[in-house]
């Protein structure tokens, strides 16, 4: 089973390092990684994809949890959430295709962001099933290069827990913030 799990971490060097370490020191596979600066400076937030049973998810979380500067883990997947994706796709518009690819954009209301006598940047964002479908359709016209940043997800219609708005100091603390 698929799981999304989110981290509120101290923003501080080494964090993703320390946390990346553990899951390989493990054998734990990370599908999908976002990490970024929340509204807080002093904190950011990691979204994990993770695949397996209840039992891999209770260690990732126990294990995650141990670590100082996790302040928090929710598993995002047990909830109603929102997902998404973002990819940058690089395709060959020789040939009389930019018009074709353009429509494709559209369609799937992505925007192409440069154009070059011979290639086109087009910007996705969406569900992965959507950017998958994408990615199937424009195959055909010769894909360059493309990358793409990872799922991010929230919890749908909960306002943020006033005690995670700052930073927490020690284990005690942390513990409070914790579900």
């Known amino acids: 089973m698929r799981h999304v799990l989110s981290a509120l971490v101290q923003n501080v ?6 946390v990346a370490g553990m899951f390989a020191s493990r054998g734990y596979n ?17 979204t994990f994809v993770v695949v397996g049973d209840e039992a891999l998810l209770d260690q990732v ?5 141990k670590i100082v500067t996790v302040v928090q883990v929710d ?9 998404r994706d973002l990819m940058l796709l690089k ?4 040939g009389g295709k930019r018009a074709e690819i353009r429509e494709l954009c559209q369609i799937f209301r992505g925007r ?21 479908a994408f990615i199937d359709l424009i195959r055909p016209f010769g894909i360059l290069e493309l990358v793409r940043t990872g799922r991010i997800a929230m919890v749908r219609g909960v306002q ?17 913030v914790k579900k």
Not at 91 to 94: D, K, Y
């Open 13 to 18: 060097p080494g964090v993703l390092s320390h």
């Open 30 to 46: 990370i599908d999908s990684l976002a990490v970024g600066e929340t509204e807080d400076p002093k904190l950011s937030r990691m």
């Open 61 to 65: 979380r126990k294990q995650l949890e």
């Open 75 to 83: 598993d995002v997947s047990a909830q109603e959430f929102v997902e």
């Open 91 to 94: 395709v060959n518009s020789t």
């Open 112 to 132: 192409v962001v440069d154009v070059s006598p011979d290639q086109v940047i087009v910007e996705i964002s969406g569900q992965e099933k959507k950017i998958e």
């Open 160 to 176: 943020p827990d006033s005690e995670t708005s700052s930073l927490c100091s020690s284990k005690d603390e942390k513990a409070v």
